[in-house]
């Protein structure tokens, strides 16, 4: 049958990543070179093999691979407890397990609360207008500064009008995400502003701004959390009007 993913679960939650003797950690670090590696072992009480230690033959399968029947160890122990069966009988390991997770247990009530991370958002903040945006630079730019993206267009797209402007939104999500070095960045405004043009030609005007919200909670003091806010709309669109200087859109 074997230990089902579950019990698992429960073994290393209720052991804190812990050896139950050593309280060693049982997830090794990641290095430059190799990614993290399990030095823990979900080691049985009572052995399931037949000459096994303290292999007991009163007990079922299930018994067995149970989470009564497992404590948590470094490999080091594990090859100690089962060389030393008669210094480590079944009663010593469950009370050295019980142990150990009555002291993780104790030690994690002994932490204060930390308050759950929520986004507030500012009144003074919120945009009640967004800007038209004529230039790819100036786009980037601003949306690199964001965490996220409130995003809207005009209703009625046709089924190729969607693939456009659809296209487009993704499309500045993604060069965002990647364009770290310069060469990426001067790709990306090119991209961006082919869009642009595009979007212009076929009757479509971008907005955008940026908002300024909160992130609270968490360990961490209050930090600012900003909020691209982008529109595409038709150039005659009801929700456009024009404000001075002439000639200057703001999308509503």
């Known amino acids: 049958m074997g230990i089902s993913d579950k019990t698992r679960k429960i073994l290393w939650g209720r052991s804190g990543n812990r050896c139950a003797m050593c309280r060693a950690a049982l997830v090794a670090e990641k290095t430059d070179l190799d990614l993290e590696s399990v030095v823990g072992d979900e080691c049985h009480i009572h052995s399931p093999a037949s000459k096994g230690p303290r292999h007991l033959q009163s007990l079922g399968v299930d018994e067995l691979d149970s989470i009564d029947n497992l404590v948590l160890l470094c490999r080091?122990?594990?090859?100690?407890?089962?060389?030393?069966?008669?210094?480590?009988?079944?009663?010593?390991?469950?009370?050295?397990?019980?142990?150990?997770?009555?002291?993780?247990?104790?030690?994690?009530?002994?932490?204060?609360?930390?308050?759950?991370?929520?986004?507030?958002?500012?009144?003074?903040?919120?945009?009640?207008?967004?800007?038209?945006v004529v230039w790819a630079r100036e786009l980037f730019n601003l949306a690199s500064t964001c965490h996220a993206s409130y995003q809207d267009h005009s209703a009625d797209l046709t089924t190729e009008e969607v693939e456009m402007v659809g296209g487009f939104l993704q499309n500045l999500s993604d060069w965002v995400a990647v364009a770290d070095e310069p060469l990426d960045k001067v790709r990306a405004v090119k991209a961006i502003q082919d869009e642009l043009d595009e979007l212009e030609r076929n009757g479509f005007y971008v907005f955008?701004?940026?908002?300024?919200?909160?992130?609270?909670g968490g360990?961490?003091?209050?930090?600012?959390?900003?909020?691209?806010?982008?529109?595409?709309?038709?150039?005659?669109?009801?929700?456009?009007?024009?404000?001075?200087?002439p000639g200057k859109h703001v999308g509503v």
Do not use: C
């Open 208 to 216: 955008a701004t940026r908002e300024r919200q909160r992130l609270e």
């Open 76 to 132: 080091v122990h594990h090859k100690m407890v089962d060389d030393q069966v008669e210094t480590y009988t079944a009663d010593i390991l469950r009370s050295i397990k019980r142990n150990h997770e009555n002291r993780v247990e104790k030690q994690l009530e002994d932490r204060p609360e930390v308050p759950p991370l929520r986004l507030r958002r500012l009144k003074s903040e919120v945009p009640v207008a967004l800007a038209r």
């Open 219 to 245: 360990v961490g003091t209050p930090s600012d959390w900003f909020a691209l806010h982008i529109s595409v709309l038709r150039t005659t669109d009801p929700e456009i009007i024009e404000i001075e200087p």
